[in-house]
């Protein structure tokens, strides 16, 4: 079974969200988008794609990768989305929570295209935290990410 794990990561969280990830689906590829061909997604079963938050969307380099996969190039392919994004219970300006509350997350934007290419969706998309702009992570989303992942059904 062919399992992929494709993140961008601006301050290193999201990366280690997606190791961890990869890890939790066992035998997986984890890979930067910016090492990514479409040719990675031939004989794919599942692909994870993450991004941190960035401007209540994902990176430009999630966004480019996705919005190039062709038309039904996800067909049959189980899919899901994560992100990092500020934990606001953990934010201490309420302007800041007012903002993150009233805009959106990466996993929106992901889930939908990976949706429009024809995948399947196999995992609520989910959002693991960190404790400020560049982090660190909250305790616990690296163990959260792997059981997370480990839910994917794999037949």
Known sequence: MKRLVIFD????????????IGEGL???VVLPVAEVTL???QGLEILLVGSPTRSWHATPAIDHFLNNIPPGGLKGVRVSAFDTRLSLEDTRSAFTRFIVRTGSYAVKSITRTLMEKGGTICLVPEGFLVLGDKG????GELERAREWA???PRH
């Open 9 to 20: 990561s601006v301050f290193g969280n999201t990366e280690r969200i997606a190791r961890a």
């Open 26 to 28: 066992g035998e997986a």
């Open 39 to 41: 040719e990675h997604l």
């Open 136 to 139: 660190p992570l909250k305790e």
């Open 150 to 152: 480990a839910r994917c």
